[in-house]
Each structure stands twice: as structure tokens, then as C-alpha cells.
């Protein structure tokens, strides 16, 4: 038989006598856009490599917990079991298959056991292999379906392993979560479903299933607070609320009318000066107001040790915290990662790639006349001190050292060298080298074709 018909008439038969597709909330994932893991690498010229793609998947009480490598019955059992490894530790699962109808391989990724069974596990001993303690609220959370937009969104096999591994750790009563992912592989979008599972499950810093969330997504920039709250629009209007100093001076408080709260930490910073004392409005909500807060972009200063935004953690700090991050740990922030601990799960801009979901880039070193720099008396300084004798070098620029002309015409040569129809990202060294270059780009922009993120 070949391998569709060693599909139909041998491994379907055995999935259905282990119950798989009769239990309640079992399910086999056969077809191909659903077991699709890949898209598959971007190739010059357009084309993608092979995508992978699993022949089955086993998903109980929402969650999947195995995957099925199908093979020829004419083939040998282990032929497939190098892919069936591929596709467990891709999807980060425990249990994998190989089978060519006639034997069942099974392999064990945590234990590293392998050996042939007569059959496959039935769900519910599936569910107790994966997870040996019982665990409510990983139930609960299991149990609240993804939020499709109508079957249009389909969550990404990393995207699930996130919204998973950040709610078992909510689960397993954790206070602070880490998530690094790559920019562009929609860290928005996962906020969203682990808050709409908070929302739907009634979780509660209580634990007690009584009231809905209140939950609190922190960003540094009104556009990243704006672009969240147009991704959450799912959840009902009246629990969404885009906290304002505007609204607050209007009403003379801080809104507590909602479950879903959106602001920046400058706002929240910002406060009343009342007889000579500034309060900051944060200090308005009771310390354990707050069940959960979102801090997007949590390597900006927000968990930094030094950041000017750190005291908002630390006076909401009975809420459970997750920070967002596409930045690995390096010198630089390792406060942040301190804060929060170990990421509870890392996809990196390498795997985006090589996985289809994100385009590959190219380094184009940009060469000017000063690429390094000494100062000298003839030179202006508009700003701030400088250190005579000292070589500036490439890493002080736009950290140490600001040369506006210097950005200016590197930002010129960028332009002029731009592919007008590819999307182009700029990564800038600060917050502040970020603002110069954005408003450089805009004095040019009657020049530039290409829409520019800075």
C-alpha cells in the first residue's frame, strides 16, 4: 500500500480504536493547512523552500500533545522517525510517532525512551504523560478556543507555543514572564489570546473565578498603546479603556470602569500638581488593582534597574507580570531579563526566517568620512562635554557621540541605495538616535519612495 492508503486503511483504524476522534475535545488533525507547521524559507527570486508539514497531530482539551509521522506500509518503521523528531521539537511536544501502519514507533523527547507499542496512547493517558500534575487552571485556559477573528487568524506554531507556555506559567502561579520574540512575528497578537483566555476563564490575581481580569498593557509610545488597542477590538467595547491625562484632568480620576486598560508609561508617570506635589496618576489605582500587565517593549526601561519607569512595576507588583521583548539577552539589558527571569519561551529572528515567516535580510555597511572621530578646537559643540584626545569609534556613535551631519548624509546614501519596493526597518541605537533619524527621514521624505520605520 502506499502512503495514503496506509493512511486510510491501517493508521486511521488504530487513532479511532485509541479513541482519537471519539473522546470529547479529541481530535486528529489531518489536512494539510492545518498540520502545516513552515512556510518554508524565502528563496532569492521568490520561492520557498520546502515547508514542513506534519501528517497528523494529536490535540486534546485544545492543546497538542503528539504528532504522527506516516510512512509506506511498504517502508520500514523507521524511516520516519527523523522527521517525526523534527516536527515534535518544532512544536515543542513530548511524544512522536513514526508508523507505517503495520508498527508504531514511539519516542519519548523529555525521557528520550524509544520503542516500538502495539498502539497509540489514548487521550486521556496522552494528557496525563504530558502533564503529571493536575492543574485547574491549565484546564480552564485549554479550554477557551482561540480567538480566530471569524477564521481568518490562525495562530502560528510559535504563537501557540507562546499564549501556551506563558499560561502554564500564570498556572503554576509565576509572577513574572518573559517572552522574547523577533520583531514581526506579532508579539500583539499573542498578548491578545493570553488575554482573552484571562478574560473568558474569569482568572483573577484570587484565583477564585468571581470577576474578569483587569488587566493593563503598558507601552512606551502612544502608536504601540494604539496599535494593541485596535488589535484587541475583539474583546466587548465597553470592557476596553485607553487611559488618557487628557480624560483624567476632564474627570478628575482614573478610569475604573473596564477590564482591558491601554496607556503609555509617560502618561502614567504624569500626574496632578497639587499645592507643589506631583502625584503620578498610577499612584491613583490601589497596588493590587491591577491582575495582569503587558509591558510591551520591556527592554526600553520599563524593567530596566536604572529605567525611569521601573517605579510602576514595583508599586503594581502583586499583579502578575509579563514583559514583551524582541531583543536576546545581552550586556546591555541583562536587568531585564533579571526582573523578569528566563524567558518562558525564545523564537529568534534566525528560526523566523528559516521558518518562511520572516523575509531574510541584508547587511549593507554604509561608509562615510568619519566613520571614527577626534575632536578637535575647531570643532562646535551644540551639546553636552566632550572628551578630548579619545577616538570615538563606531559603537559610541548616537550612544556616546551625536554628529547630526554625520546621520544625515549616511541617511542619503541609504535612500538613494533603497529598494523602493521592499518594506525597510531601521534599527536604530536609542530611543533618541530613533527620533533624530525618523525626523531626518521626514525632511527627505519628498525624496524617498519606500515607506520607512524608524
Known amino acids: 500500500m502506499n502512503e495514503s492508503e496506509t493512511r486510510a486503511e491501517l493508521i486511521d483504524p488504530k487513532l479511532l480504536a485509541c479513541g482519537w476522534g471519539l473522546v470529547p475535545e479529541s481530535k486528529v488533525l489531518r489536512e494539510r493547512d492545518v498540520c502545516k507547521i513552515t512556510d518554508g524559507r524565502i528563496q532569492v527570486g521568490g520561492g520557498r523552500a520546502k515547508a514542513l508539514i506534519a501528517d497528523y497531530i494529536l490535540v486534546y482539551k485544545g492543546v497538542k500533545l503528539a504528532v504522527i509521522e506516516a510512512k509506506s506500509s511498504e517502508l520500514e518503521v523507521g524511516e520516519g522517525v527523523a522527521q517525526a523528531k523534527l516536527y515534535a521539537q518544532k512544536l515543542q511536544l513530548e511524544t512522536t510517532y513514526s508508523t507505517n501502519g503495520r508498527e508504531i514507533y514511539s519516542i519519548c523527547l523529555k525521557s528520550g525512551k524509544e520503542e516500538l507499542v502495539k498502539n497509540f496512547l489514548t487521550p486521556d493517558a496522552l494528557w496525563e504523560k504530558t502533564y503529571s500534575d493536575q492543574n485547574e487552571w491549565r484546564d480552564k485556559f485549554s479550554s477557551i478556543p482561540y480567538e480566530g477573528k471569524s477564521g481568518t487568524w490562525q495562530p502560528r506554531y510559535y504563537q501557540e507555543i507562546a499564549v501556551k507556555n506563558t499560561l502554564e506559567a500564570v498556572a503554576q502561579n509565576k509572577k513574572r514572564i518573559l517572552l522574547t520574540l523577533a520583531t514581526g512575528t506579532g508579539k500583539t497578537a499573542i498578548a491578545f489570546q493570553i488575554a482573552w483566555k484571562l478574560f473568558h476563564t474569569r482568572w ?126 545581552r550586556k546591555d539589558n541583562v536587568d531585564t531579563y533579571a526582573y523578569f527571569g528566563e524567558p518562558v519561551y525564545v523564537y529568534s529572528l534566525k528560526e523566523g526566517i528559516n521558518d518562511g515567516f520572516l523575509t531574510p535580510f541584508k547587511v549593507k555597511r554604509i561608509k562615510t568620512t568619519l566613520d571614527d572621530y577626534i575632536f578637535t578646537s575647531d570643532d562646535n559643540i551644540i551639546e553636552g562635554e566632550i572628551e578630548e584626545g579619545k577616538l570615538y569609534k563606531e559603537e559610541d556613535f ?44 521626514n525632511q527627505k521624505k519628498s525624496r524617498a519612495k519606500m515607506p520607512i520605520t524608524a
Open 398 to 441: 548616537n550612544k556616546i557621540i551625536e554628529i547630526k551631519a554625520r546621520e544625515e548624509e549616511r541617511i542619503k546614501i541609504f535612500m538613494n541605495e533603497a529598494n523602493e519596493n521592499e518594506k525597510t526597518i531601521i534599527f536604530c541605537a536609542t530611543q533618541e538616535h530613533a527620533a533624530l533619524v525618523r525626523d531626518i527621514v
Open 204 to 329: 483573577n490575581l484570587k484565583r477564585d473565578g468571581l470577576r474578569r481580569p483587569r488587566i493593563l498593557f503598558l507601552a512606551d509610545r502612544n502608536i504601540l498603546a494604539d496599535q494593541a488597542f485596535s488589535s484587541f477590538m475583539a474583546f466587548p467595547e465597553d470592557a476596553m479603556v485607553r487611559i488618557s491625562p487628557k480624560e483624567i484632568k476632564k474627570s478628575k480620576k482614573v478610569p475604573t470602569n473596564g477590564s482591558i486598560f491601554f496607556t503609555i508609561f509617560q502618561s502614567f508617570m504624569s500626574g496632578t500638581d497639587d499645592g507643589g506635589a506631583s502625584e503620578p496618576y498610577f499612584g491613583a489605582y490601589p497596588q493590587d488593582y491591577f491582575d495582569f500587565i503587558i509591558i510591551d517593549e520591556c527592554h526600553r526601561g520599563g524593567a530596566n534597574d536604572e529605567g525611569n519607569w521601573r517605579a510602576i512595576l514595583e508599586y503594581f507588583s502583586p499583579a502578575v507580570q509579563l514583559g514583551l521583548t524582541a531583543t536576546p539577552k
